[in-house]
């Protein structure tokens, strides 16, 4: 089994391509090793002196670490992702497949504004984001402001701002005209 890695805009996460399904569908953020319990690998990983946070994509993984160098951890982490796969045994623990946020919020009057800013997300934003090991999704809309959630290499990347403020507020904001500002939660 050959695992790929990958950088990120995010200094302190590396992306982890096993060549395999990770999750069949949805996405799945651990931010600290006591939300692992549902998952064999994060659990491995999180035994890994430096790791930080794991995120689970449809056919990736990112590992964020802490102030710990890269060339020690990452041995550790490849040997855990591929005895994970090796094994045949799920990622996910029985009945755990998609990390459900909070509900979303928005006027009962904006729907159609929402369906528009979700379909841009989903088919725009999504898929470029996923490249860099991580997911955005909607959170909310009030007032002309879209409150995004940013997970995975997402969360705490340094250049995540600019994405927000000249990639997708512009995207949404040239073909939402009711969007004035995008905001992180």
């Not at 990736?60 to 992702?81: C, E, N, R, S, Y």
Request: aromatic share 8%.
């Amino acid at each position: 089994m050959f695992i790929q890695t990958e950088a990120t805009p995010n200094p302190a996460t590396l992306k982890f391509l096993p060549g395999r399904v990770v999750l069949p569908e949805g996405t799945y953020d651990f931010r600290s090793a006591s939300d692992a319990g549902v998952s064999p690998l994060a659990e491995k990983l999180f035994h890994i002196p430096g790791v930080a946070a794991v995120f689970f994509g449809h056919d990736f993984i990112t590992v964020t670490k802490d102030d710990t160098d890269w060339q020690h951890m990452k041995p550790a982490i490849l040997g855990a992702i591929m005895e994970q796969f090796m094994s045949g045994q799920p990622v996910m623990s029985a009945g755990q497949s998609e990390d459900i946020e909070e509900g979303e919020f928005f006027e009962a009057g904006d729907e159609e504004t929402v369906g528009v800013i979700k379909d841009l997300l989903e088919t725009r934003v999504r898929p470029a984001v996923a490249q860099d090991g991580g997911d955005i999704t909607f959170k909310g809309f009030k007032e002309g402001v879209v409150y995004l959630s940013m997970r995975g290499a997402c969360a705490g990347c340094p250049s995540s701002t600019a994405t927000l403020q000249h990639g997708i507020q512009n995207l949404l904001k040239h073909f939402v005209p009711e969007v004035q500002e995008v905001r992180p939660i």
